[in-house]
């Protein structure tokens, strides 16, 4: 095992007056803005002019000149950081020593965990010799940060356990499965099948032991014990990284696996003894850049570190590169200056959260006109595909002073105690991913959750008319733990509202990408949902001033709300309640 290096030596992450800073060798303090994906992409015997994406070596006559001039470039922007997919054998041959580097190792998603047996010593090994190669390159230099020891795991809770039960008996992460099936349910078979559905030719525990898998029952409260499993693999998978890193470099920053713009509460926890910091990508809530409150809060209340963002971004119909933008749902804009903006947006709400220490923008050039490899064709770059700044991006990244932002006192967020605000125009209108609940007033809306760790966000709002409420929620569903694949509507997320201390409720199913349904027929309800990889849920409700004993609203009438939402399978929920006064 190497030396531990003098701390001197080494990057860091300090807390001073209630602010995360990262701090360099030197102590300086700063913060991470950081680009991926900063590499010279395709050669010119490569390229292909019918199909066009960037290739720098058109530009530079070679990898050297294309490093001197690409680092200067970024620090002259006031990027201050090299992130993932980088070409960092180029670029640590570069004489600046002012930007530094974050690479992403791929540890787990090389040797196929968390899905393959992490008990197994064949993937154990393949986790090791990743680990080992990629940090013997670039462990000595002293740019380095630290490492992400993955991308976008996901963490699918579901296929994790389809995936699990697919292994050998002989599998050690099957034989914990079903060492907490056991535990769970007594040992006793009866109980198991309240919660799931046995495949066929499975009709004991010694034959669940020897093959065959488990589906959820409908109604059940299986989802609780399927979250125990993810907790047992994310311990498992963060401790196992962990000390691959430290083995080949003891100094370096552990900086986590940058979540896919969603995560569970049992994979934030149990990273929590292993990390540096909690990372995450962010894919903005609304094409102006802006996010749900909750998100980033409550990742950081879960783990209790700091937060790095991976990635964020943004893209704009008007591009030198032929974008279509049409291959995700990405946060997207008309021009270039508004694209411009949406960055700011998203920058200034990160720098005025205090637990987040860095972000990297997704990514330094334009994907391929045509799409890259699976298709994704956004405009995404600080350069054209032609190697080209977007002026107005970089006009706005190098006009903010970073530290002197992070450094003001964070303002005092409105929110909806201190009065309602009139609803727009058209409160249901617009609902469409990046865009439904955009025109809403957000911030003096907002209702403070009475729940500890919310995945959701409520807003409100009025006219003479009605009250509308709205809902942004994290809701992961999956179809793949159903046997017939079907989500029944006894499983989907609820949400329960209580309005001026009536004991009658208000019921609504949302979700699953199903048609939503509400128990009151005066109620208006519109809902954007979606399955597997769209874990967006989000909501309004119009309240008609009836429902509230009243005629019609008007200025400082008050009015008293207590809601519940309750994500799929009931597997977490949040809570609001409160007397509010409608304001101008």
Same mark, same amino acid.
């Given at each position: 095992?190497?030396?531990?290096?003098?701390?001197?030596?080494?990057?860091?992450?300090?807390?001073?007056?209630?602010?995360d800073?990262l701090?360099?060798?030197?102590?300086e303090?700063?913060?991470s803005?950081?680009?991926?994906?900063? #590499?010279?992409a395709?050669?010119?015997?490569?390229?292909?002019?019918?199909?066009?994406?960037?290739?720098?070596?058109?530009?530079?006559?070679?990898?050297?000149?294309?490093?001197?001039?690409?680092?200067?470039?970024?620090?002259?922007?006031?990027?201050?950081?090299?992130?993932?997919?980088?070409?960092?054998?180029?670029?640590?041959q570069?004489?600046?020593?002012?930007?530094?580097?974050?690479?992403?190792?791929?540890?787990?998603?090389?040797?196929?965990a968390?899905?393959?047996?992490?008990?197994?010593?064949?993937?154990?090994?393949?986790?090791?010799?990743?680990?080992?190669?990629?940090?013997r390159?670039?462990?000595?230099?002293?740019?380095?940060?630290?490492?992400y020891?993955?991308?976008?795991?996901?963490?699918?809770?579901?296929?994790?356990?389809?995936? #699990?039960?697919?292994?050998?008996?002989?599998?050690?992460?099957?034989?914990?499965?079903?060492?907490?099936?056991?535990?769970?349910?007594?040992?006793?078979?009866?109980?198991l099948?309240?919660?799931?559905?046995?495949?066929?030719?499975?009709?004991?525990?010694?034959e669940?032991?020897?093959?065959?898998?488990?589906?959820?029952?409908?109604?059940?409260?299986?989802?609780?014990?399927?979250?125990?499993?993810?907790?047992?693999?994310?311990?498992?998978?963060?401790s196992?990284?962990?000390?691959?890193?430290?083995?080949?470099?003891?100094?370096?920053?552990?900086?986590?696996?940058?979540?896919?713009?969603?995560y569970?509460?049992?994979?934030?926890?149990?990273?929590?003894?292993?990390?540096?910091?909690?990372s995450?990508n962010?894919?903005?809530?609304?094409?102006?850049?802006?996010?749900?409150?909750?998100?980033?809060?409550?990742?950081?209340?879960?783990?209790?570190?700091?937060?790095?963002?991976?990635?964020?971004y943004?893209?704009?119909?008007?591009?030198?590169?032929?974008?279509?933008n049409?291959?995700?749902?990405y946060?997207?804009?008309? #021009?270039q200056?508004?694209r411009?903006?949406?960055?700011?947006? #998203?920058?200034?709400a990160?720098?005025q959260?205090?637990?987040?220490?860095?972000?990297?923008?997704?990514?330094?050039?334009d994907?391929?006109?045509?799409?890259r490899?699976?298709?994704?064709?956004?405009?995404?770059?600080?350069?054209?595909?032609?190697?080209?700044?977007?002026?107005?991006?970089?006009?706005?990244?190098?006009?903010?002073?970073?530290?002197?932002?992070?450094?003001?006192?964070?303002?005092?967020?409105?929110?909806?105690?201190?009065?309602?605000?009139?609803?727009?125009?058209?409160?249901l209108?617009?609902f469409?991913?990046?865009?439904?609940?955009?025109?809403?007033?957000?911030?003096?809306?907002?209702?403070?959750p009475?729940?500890?760790?919310?995945?959701?966000?409520?807003?409100?709002?009025?006219?003479r008319?009605?009250?509308?409420?709205?809902l942004?929620?994290?809701?992961?569903?999956?179809?793949?733990?159903?046997?017939?694949?079907?989500?029944?509507?006894?499983?989907?997320?609820?949400?329960?509202l209580?309005?001026?201390?009536?004991?009658?409720?208000?019921?609504?199913r949302?979700?699953?990408?199903?048609?939503?349904?509400?128990?009151?027929?005066?109620?208006r309800?519109?809902?954007?949902?979606?399955?597997?990889?769209d874990?967006?849920?989000?909501?309004a409700?119009?309240l008609?001033?009836?429902?509230?004993?009243?005629?019609?609203?008007?200025?400082?009438?008050?009015?008293?709300?207590?809601?519940?939402?309750?994500?799929?399978?009931?597997?977490?929920?949040?809570?609001?309640?409160?007397?509010?006064?409608?304001?101008?």
């Amino acid at each position: 095992m190497r030396q531990a290096l003098p701390a001197r030596n080494s990057f860091s992450i300090q807390p001073s007056d209630g602010i995360d800073w990262l701090v360099r060798p030197n102590g300086e303090r700063f913060f991470s803005l950081g680009v991926c994906v900063v #590499t010279t992409a395709v050669s010119p015997r490569a390229f292909d002019p019918t199909h066009p994406r960037y290739a720098a070596r058109r530009e530079y006559a070679d990898a050297n000149q294309w490093a001197e001039a690409t680092l200067k470039r970024l620090k002259s922007w006031g990027f201050t950081t090299i992130g993932g997919w980088s070409d960092f054998q180029a670029l640590k041959q570069s004489r600046d020593r002012d930007v530094v580097f974050a690479p992403v190792l791929h540890i787990g998603s090389t040797a196929g965990a968390p899905w393959w047996d992490m008990w197994d010593p064949k993937v154990l090994d393949r986790m090791e010799q990743v680990a080992r190669d990629q940090i013997r390159a670039l462990r000595d230099d002293p740019r380095l940060i630290g490492y992400y020891s993955d991308n976008e795991l996901g963490w699918w809770n579901a296929s994790l356990l389809q995936m #699990t039960f697919e292994q050998a008996p002989t599998s050690g992460q099957r034989h914990r499965l079903l060492e907490l099936l056991r535990q769970t349910y007594r040992n006793d078979w009866s109980e198991l099948l309240q919660d799931f559905e046995p495949a066929s030719g499975v009709e004991n525990w010694q034959e669940l032991e020897q093959h065959g898998t488990l589906f959820l029952r409908p109604g059940g409260s299986g989802t609780r014990t399927m979250r125990r499993f993810l907790a047992l693999l994310a311990e498992r998978y963060y401790s196992l990284v962990h000390d691959l890193i430290r083995k080949y470099d003891q100094r370096a920053l552990i900086l986590g696996d940058r979540y896919q713009s969603f995560y569970y509460p049992e994979v934030a926890r149990a990273c929590a003894p292993y990390v540096d910091a909690v990372s995450s990508n962010l894919n903005a809530s609304w094409n102006d850049g802006t996010f749900a409150r909750f998100y980033l809060e409550t990742l950081h209340a879960l783990s209790g570190k700091p937060v790095i963002i991976g990635e964020f971004y943004m893209a704009a119909r008007e591009n030198r590169s032929g974008n279509k933008n049409d291959r995700g749902v990405y946060p997207v804009v008309a #021009t270039q200056r508004e694209r411009a903006a949406g960055f700011r947006n #998203t920058l200034e709400a990160l720098l005025q959260i205090p637990c987040v220490i860095g972000a990297d923008w997704f990514q330094y050039y334009d994907e391929p006109a045509h799409g890259r490899h699976d298709g994704e064709n956004f405009n995404f770059g600080l350069v054209d595909i032609h190697d080209r700044p977007y002026e107005a991006l970089t006009a706005t990244t190098s006009a903010l002073d970073l530290v002197a932002f992070k450094n003001r006192p964070a303002p005092a967020r409105p929110d909806a105690s201190q009065g309602v605000p009139p609803a727009p125009r058209d409160p249901l209108g617009q609902f469409k991913p990046t865009l439904a609940l955009k025109h809403w007033n957000r911030e003096r809306g907002f209702v403070k959750p009475l729940s500890e760790f919310p995945l959701a966000d409520l807003y409100v709002c009025w006219n003479r008319r009605a009250i509308y409420l709205g809902l942004y929620a994290q809701d992961v569903v999956e179809d793949l733990p159903y046997r017939d694949k079907i989500v029944r509507a006894s499983d989907r997320a609820e949400w329960s509202l209580f309005l001026n201390g009536s004991t009658n409720s208000i019921r609504a199913r949302i979700g699953a990408g199903i048609e939503p349904s509400v128990n009151e027929p005066s109620v208006r309800l519109v809902n954007r949902s979606g399955l597997n990889g769209d874990f967006r849920n989000i909501a309004a409700l119009e309240l008609p001033a009836k429902l509230f004993g009243k005629d019609r609203f008007q200025r400082d009438d008050t009015i008293d709300l207590a809601s519940t939402f309750f994500t799929h399978c009931r597997g977490y929920h949040v809570e609001w309640k409160g007397h509010f006064t409608l304001r101008d």
